[in-house]
């Protein structure tokens, strides 16, 4: 068993309501301490996830406020200990005032991390389910929510089981081939186990390439706003921000450096960079933000060219606009459709998609033409994209050894070849759920949670 822990679990600002976290030995006990049913049994004896409406007192009895409580007993809990959780109005002072009182009563401040790291410890989750807690908290598209949401609900898991039993099934053989080196291997059985670690070495290649395109559910694609000055790149990034966070002027090469902010578009989480207008210019200043313009261009995955609609398309907008196309997937933007619209070349009116950032019309269209330059990665079920470099790694390394196993099988490589890298696969796909684990990897994952998880 192990000590008590509290947390507050929800911010620390104004809300409707506040929650306040216990768990560990004896937590039930302790929530007796503290909180006083206006009807019925005590805490200790109410049935578990039972709501129940009471009074929460400090340590001299102190009415704290009026709130709801419920016990959830181990192995059956978040954390697989006894837990207890108070539902309070949520003023912040208030739910300071609960934690001291929880702390009075026995409890100790949490770390932070430290009630999901239990849960891990005791085995009501796998490690990764439990990096999937803090992605699903940071969550900032529907897709990065469901990603992780599938994840929390086993979806690696259930992938890198089936592989890892496979391994094992065939690393048991091997045991026994090495034992009783006078027993003969059937061919059948080795055509068996050689197509078994090629399916193993297909499905994990398939997880590992998942990770390529995480970045769409975690850091945002970059995606350089780009155009010449007064196109209005910074208003786009505004309306689509849906704040002023750029300055905004009339005054050709008001933004003097670059500016980045996240924001979800057609689905996908878009790392958007406001640049400096592009021209040639004496200024020096000015002149140091148009080459970081070009910097964030050539590291873009996505270029949203505006040019201005109410002026005619000069040469210089269709230069930039190859050069645009030399370094990423590029949408055309007309900007300022709100505004009378100079004559165009045909096959630039064509392609551009007008827009205003002033009263928004076109960005719906955006947003779709977004979405299908930029597609979610393709997986057969919520939570199958791999959102960490440590667990691309872990399954690189097995698909690895797997490869090596299946090469030495075929080549009739002795038993033991096989068997050690068929081991090795095992160690790294237990290195993914937590099977086996350094604690500094477990320290450094934890270490990102914020506490009260």
Known sequence: MSEPIAAIATGLVPAGIGILRLSGDGALALAQRVFRPFHGAPMGQRRDRELVYGALVDAGGETLDLCLCTVSRGPHSYTG????????????????????????????????????????????????????????????????????????????????????????????????????????????????????????????????????????LTGGVPTAIVGRPNAGKSSLLNALLGYERAIVTEVPGTTRDTIAERCELGGVLLRLIDTAGLRETADAVERIGVERSRAAM??????????????????????????????????????????????????????????????????????RAVAQLLPAPETRAAGEILTSARQAEAVGRARESVAAAREAMEAGFPPDAVLTETEAAMEALGELSGRSVRSDVTEQIFSRFCVGK
């Open 298 to 367: 050539a590291e873009a995955e996505l270029v949203l060219l505006l040019c201005d609609g109410s002026a005619p398309f000069t040469e210089a907008d269709a230069a930039l606009l190859r050069e645009a196309e030399g370094t990423a997937p590029t949408l055309l933007l007309r900007s300022k459709c709100d505004l009378p619209q100079a004559p165009w070349p045909e096959a630039a009116a064509e392609r551009a998609l007008p827009l205003s950032a002033l009263t928004g019309d076109g960005l719906e269209a955006l947003s």
């Open 81 to 216: 200990e006894d837990c207890a959780e108070f539902q309070c109005h949520g003023s912040p002072m208030v739910l300071r005032l609960g934690l001291d009182a929880l702390c009075a009563a026995g409890a100790r401040l949490a770390r932070a991390g430290e009630f999901t790291r239990r849960a891990f410890l005791n085995g009501r989750m796998d490690l990764v389910q439990a990096e999937a807690v803090i992605d699903l908290i940071h969550a900032e598209s529907a897709l990065a929510a469901r990603n992780a949401a599938g994840q929390l609900g086993g979806a690696i898991l259930r992938r890198t089981d089936a592989v890892y039993e496979r391994l094992r099934e065939i690393s048991s053989h091997y045991h026994a081939v090495v034992d009783f080196p006078d027993e003969d291997v059937e061919d059948f059985t080795l055509q068996a186990y050689a197509d078994a670690l090629r399916r193993a070495e297909a499905e994990l290649a398939r997880l590992e390439a998942s990770f390529q395109r995480s970045r769409m």
